[in-house]
Nanobody, 123 residues
């Protein structure tokens, strides 16, 4: 059973930075794409970023140039470095893993989800 545990959320002022971490267990981490998603109150869960096994990355337009996703296969961990944070980035952030090997960017393509970590950006 795949397990994902996020950490690193918190309260930060606009313009600040946070780094989220997601520790994975239960299968060969390096063989699968990993993704970050977020869900703001009253809104649907949305894609933020993903990183493939070959470490190619892809970002939502809303975070491009400010967020960086990376992975450390020796630690079974994926990271999301968030810079120049804005109040509209406030949400619960989730890391996720798909059931199958491949490259995915849609919520429905991911089967395994962490518990989420709250990010709050004050203006």
């Amino acid at each position: 059973q795949v397990q994902l545990v996020e950490s690193g959320g918190g309260l930060v002022q606009a313009g600040g930075s946070l780094r989220l971490s997601c520790a994975a267990s239960g299968r060969t981490f390096s063989s699968y794409t990993m993704g970050w998603f977020r869900q703001a109150p009253g809104k649907e869960r949305e894609f933020v970023a993903r990183i493939s096994t070959g470490v190619s990355t892809y970002y939502a337009d809303s975070v491009k140039g400010r967020f960086t996703i990376s992975r450390d296969n020796t630690k079974n961990t994926v990271y999301l470095q968030m810079n120049s944070l804005k109040p509209e980035d406030t949400a619960v952030y989730y890391c996720a893993a798909p059931n199958y090997r491949g490259i995915y960017s849609k919520v429905d393509d991911y089967k395994y989800w962490g518990q989420g970590t709250q990010v709050t950006v004050s203006s």
